[in-house]
């Protein structure tokens, strides 16, 4: 019958007294965590789907929501085509709705947001192509917490709905019950702000997503209340009947009522924290293998309570869709905007800040230390060599898509290569890098047969990917006949004599031409190199000594490379004297005495001092460009954990100087590269270096290798302070895309030293800063500036100071992977280090970030007969494939075929200058594409949602006669085109 309702007016919502649950069945499926990949799908997730699809074939009624296209994918492969075409139903009839839609459910994070768009692409364009639809809903509900990149590029995949739900708990929840009281705690329940629209970027301030906060996890309903006798363990009764029996007994008819009364009073109370329609998980981690038990329990219990109206609930089944169909539906919804923040309308509007970091509150944490003591900011280092190995793949996929895109596009009189095996072969880096996405995968938060999983997942990626790049860059290189090449080094030495040649063929991913020093391994000192015209080129041997006993030699010259293309140098052996003198060979020398030592090139002096232990450490710096002298040091120390472990980053006391067990400090001198290296121990070491440089302002820093190793409960850091700079408790950190500031502070009036120290540690995706801020507006003050090559933890303790986490060994054994955090590894971390005025920080930030992640990549011939003149005339030694290089505010995001037998490419465009970023280059671009792309046949171009999926215009047939693209600061821009050869 029908249901009297009265209606009452929530700001602008339209209410009912009657609560409309949502059950929204799902099964979060990690790919990887406890158990491999491989071990979870074959044990529990095809059982999942398998089980999950026969409820839903047998009862229209039933809804489910999915995930990781990762699993899904594969399972599909495995159906015959009757189920195949059952299922494609339910898609359609929206009885079974993808959600995120990406490979995995991405970390928030350390994962790149290049990375991220690609595994976003991956699943999407496979959804696309197998059930031509699109999610509609971004799926967030494990990450450690929400990052304001996931909205944007949310926003820009036309995704307008996220649910989240690892926000601070002491946001979502009120804690008044001993022993855990914390005054302010519950503001999402008081003031109503679990759901918002967040518009996450001032660069795009039309870029919104409604966002839902789950309020209480994404397991089913279940209702905790206090125990009297042991106040740390709390009583608690729920609906998850995949767990155990006691706490989640199944429904019967002798306990239905008093389960109906429950669950009601559940749905009660939560949807008092939204409005009358409650969005309600019903799943768990890898829940629903036993799908009959789910859904049986809940049939009975949703009957119950539909079937009696004076609970004021009705239950059903439904999607995440359906949800936020009827919430927007009901609502009169203001456009929200950055400006909006205190509207009174029917939502609140986040502006652009994020929520980490995250914190959980157990009661046991309050009786031991009188706080929480529990932030997730040790997850941002935790296991640095897996971090630093995922994004070097993350760099070579981008080198295998740009190469086989290019070459494919490309018009060569030479037998052509197998594209479709190429393709194939980089799908195999594809998928794994996208599987490394997952947050538990490059968060480090796995176990360790999980981890060394992911690590070979990722290493037949990479020779797979390598094979690609070899057949791609040996057609590139032909003139009548496909060059034989090798991503190895070794090629170069196989056979090397007084009468052979070999090459280094140095590919450039960057659509900027570049001119800089290279650094190639070398086995022997008496090589030379010489450039396409056979002109000599200056070039240094120098010894390696900062791994400790594995001492290697290395190769750096100068190079210069064209935009989007290659440039190939040849080495041979030295015989005359004038190939003599323009080589060096460098060996370090160890450093006695106590005078102060100096590196200095034409814009950059640093300043060393002898310092206890027997090392020098970094004592000043001076910016010759801009005259100025800068009173910094930096330090290596430790931070004592007091249970640390994979998540959790929690000290006992403040950092300490590392002491060297063995301190020693070398000096290392030459034309191109000038090292100090100090060694602490043997496994502890440092190298500070400066290149050889003109007057380019991009090449204004200073480069530091760390080689770092620590002992159990221990982390180590890297801490710069510069007396010339007030920060005034602000940093900067940066999400991979842009800069987000980060404000020194207390939460919830928690002084505690543990959380002083790690509340105020965030995610350093590429860039760390912090400036002057009294002199900030100018632009003329000084500002400090980290750039790393892998994600890490980072922080400003104290004004004037910046640190990033190195290394981190924990002794807590995880109850979830029940391991400690035993990292005994020496994580080999890269950065570059910047120091000169806010204007020129500002003005080369983008163009350095960018330079030190995508380094030259180099290609090498293997050594023929015959001079420079001769082996160069059997190649094309130099190409670019753009008409001319990209302004300087443009950056070539991606270019990548779209499928192995169709010459259609998506390329992204992003300005990456962000709005009042810098005077000239923070202004709108347009770029004639035609004319940047001549070497190519162009056909109909036509603009897309992030991943492709989406044809932002109308006709997408149209011929090509003039393709005019307008960038606005921070913008990017998807395209799909045909790219043919001439």
């Known amino acids: ?97 993808f959600v995120g839609g990406g490979w995995v459910q991405n970390d928030e994070a350390v994962a790149h947001y290049n990375s991220v768009v690609d595994q976003l692409t991956l699943g999407h364009q496979w959804l696309l192509s197998t059930f031509g639809i699109t999610p509609k809903v971004g799926w967030q509900i494990d990450p450690f917490g929400p990052a304001s990149i996931t909205p944007l590029l949310f926003a820009m995949s036309k995704m307008p709905y996220l649910v989240h739900s690892r926000v601070d708990e002491r946001y979502k929840h009120i804690f008044q019950a001993p022993p855990v009281t914390i005054p302010g705690s519950g503001s999402f329940i008081n003031n109503k702000t679990f759901e918002f629209w967040w518009t996450p970027s001032t660069s795009y301030p039309d870029a919104h997503v409604f966002t839902h906060v789950l309020d209480n996890m994404y397991a089913p309903a279940s209702l905790c209340t206090p125990n009297a006798t042991n106040p740390v363990q709390s009583i608690c009764t729920g609906f998850d009947w995949e767990a155990d029996n006691v706490t989640n007994p199944s429904i019967t008819p002798e306990n239905i009522a008093q389960r109906a009364q429950i669950f009601v009073d559940i749905c009660k109370m ?45 239950i059903r089944y439904s999607t995440a869709i359906e949800y936020f169909d009827a919430v927007m539906k009901n609502s009169s919804v203001p456009e929200p905007s950055l400006a909006a923040e205190d509207t009174n309308g029917t939502f609140p509007v986040l502006g652009v800040s994020d929520y980490l970091p995250y914190t959980l509150c157990y009661a046991s944490d309050w009786v031991n230390y009188t706080t929480c003591a529990n932030f997730w900011t040790g997850y941002f280092t935790s296991y640095p060599e897996l971090k630093r190995y995922t994004r070097e793949r993350d760099q070579l996929l981008r ?127 008496d090589v030379v190199v010489y450039d396409a015209t056979g002109a000599l080129v200056l070039s240094q041997v120098l ?94 120390l430790t931070y004592p954990g007091l249970v640390d472990d994979m998540y959790r980053f929690r000290p006992a006391a403040p950092a300490s100087p590392y002491v060297p067990e063995m301190g020693q400090t070398y000096f290392a001198t030459g034309p191109l590269v000038q090292e100090v290296t100090v060694v602490y121990s043997a496994n502890v070491s440092q190298t500070f270096r400066l290149y050889a440089s003109g007057s380019t302002p991009t090449q204004a820093y200073f480069e530091v290798e760390h080689h770092a190793a620590v002992a159990e409960a221990r982390e180590m850091i890297s801490r710069y302070v510069v007396s010339n700079i007030t920060n ?36 350093v995706v590429t860039t760390a800063s912090i400036r002057d801020e009294p002199t900030s507006a100018s632009g003329a003050g000084p500002q400090f500036t980290i750039f790393t090559k892998q994600p890490m933890g980072g922080s400003s303790q104290e004004d004037g100071s910046l640190e990033v986490m190195l290394q981190r060994r924990g002794t807590f054994k995880h109850w979830s992977l029940n391991e400690t955090l035993n990292d005994t590894s020496t994580a080999h971390v890269s950065c570059r280090v910047m120091l000169a005025s806010k204007k020129l920080s500002e003005n080369v930030r983008p163009q350095t970030s960018l330079e030190f992640n995508n380094p030259l990549y180099p290609v090498y011939g293997y050594p023929q007969n015959g001079t420079v003149r001769d082996v160069s005339r059997g190649i094309v030694s130099t190409y670019s494939s753009l008409s001319k290089m990209f302004p300087p505010n443009v950056h070539l995001l991606s270019m990548k075929a779209l499928a192995p037998d169709s010459p259609y490419t998506i390329l992204r465009l992003q300005h990456i200058y962000a709005q009042g970023q810098d005077q000239i280059l923070s202004q709108s671009v347009s770029l004639q594409m035609d004319t940047y792309m001549q070497k190519f046949n162009l056909t109909n171009p036509y603009e897309t949602s992030l991943t492709g999926t989406i044809s932002l215009q109308e006709d997408t047939s149209r011929e090509l006669t003039s393709w005019n693209v307008r960038l606005d600061p921070l913008q990017m821009r998807t395209y799909i085109v045909a790219l043919d050869p001439i």
């Open 1 to 97: 019958g029908v249901v009297c309702v009265c209606l009452v007016l929530l700001g602008a919502l339209c209410v009912s007294s009657l609560v409309e649950v949502h059950l929204i069945a799902h099964s979060h499926c990690d790919a990887g965590w406890v158990k491999t990949l491989d071990d979870y799908y074959e044990t529990e997730v095809r059982t999942i789907l398998t089980n999950v699809f026969t409820h839903l074939n047998g009862d229209k009624s039933k809804r489910f929501v999915w995930s990781e296209i990762v699993y899904f994918q594969r399972w599909w492969m495995e159906q015959d085509p009757q189920t195949q075409q059952s299922f494609r139903e339910m898609v359609h009839e929206g009885r079974l709705e």
């Open 270 to 314: 939560r949807s008092s924290y939204y409005h009358n329609k409650l969005l309600l998980p019903f799943g768990n981690d890898f829940r629903f293998q036993d799908a009959d038990i789910e859904f049986t329990n809940m049939d009975m219990l949703m009957n119950y309570i539909n079937n009696n109206q004076s609970y004021g609930v009705q």
């Open 399 to 525: 080198v295998g898509e740009l190469t086989y895109s290019i070459a494919r596009a490309s018009a060569r009189n030479v037998t052509i290569p197998n594209w479709d095996k190429m393709f194939d072969r980089i799908n195999i880096l594809r998928e794994a890098s996208a599987v490394l996405n997952h947050h538990d995968a490059i968060t480090g938060t796995a176990k360790t047969d999980v981890r060394a999983d992911y690590v070979n997942m990722l290493s037949n990626g990479t020779v797979a990917t390598e094979k690609s790049i070899e057949d791609a860059m040996g057609f590139l290189l032909a003139t009548t006949r496909p060059v034989h090449v090798s991503t190895s080094s070794k090629a170069l030495f196989e056979g090397l004599d007084g009468s052979s040649t070999s090459s280094i063929t140095l590919v450039n991913p960057l659509a900027w031409s570049r001119d800089e020093v290279v650094k190639i391994p070398c086995p022997r000192e």
């Open 543 to 636: 010894l390696d000594i900062s791994g400790g006993d594995a001492r290697t030699w290395h190769l750096y010259f100068q190079a210069e490379v064209p935009a989007l293309g290659y440039a190939t140098y040849y080495l041979r052996t030295a015989s005359s004297s004038l190939e003599h003198t323009l080589r060096t060979v460098s060996v370090p020398e160890k450093v006695r005495g106590q005078q102060d030592m100096f590196l200095e090139n034409d814009q950059v002096r640093l300043r060393f001092v002898s310092s206890p232990g027997n090392v020098f450490t970094l004592a000043g710096m001076t910016n010759k460009l801009e005259g100025q002298d800068f009173e910094v040091t930096q330090q290596l």
């Open 728 to 763: 005034l408790g602000r940093a900067y950190t940066d999400n991979g895309m842009e800069m987000r500031t980060r404000t020194r502070r207390v939460y919830f009036n928690d002084t505690a030293t543990w959380s002083m120290i790690s509340g105020q540690y965030y995610p």
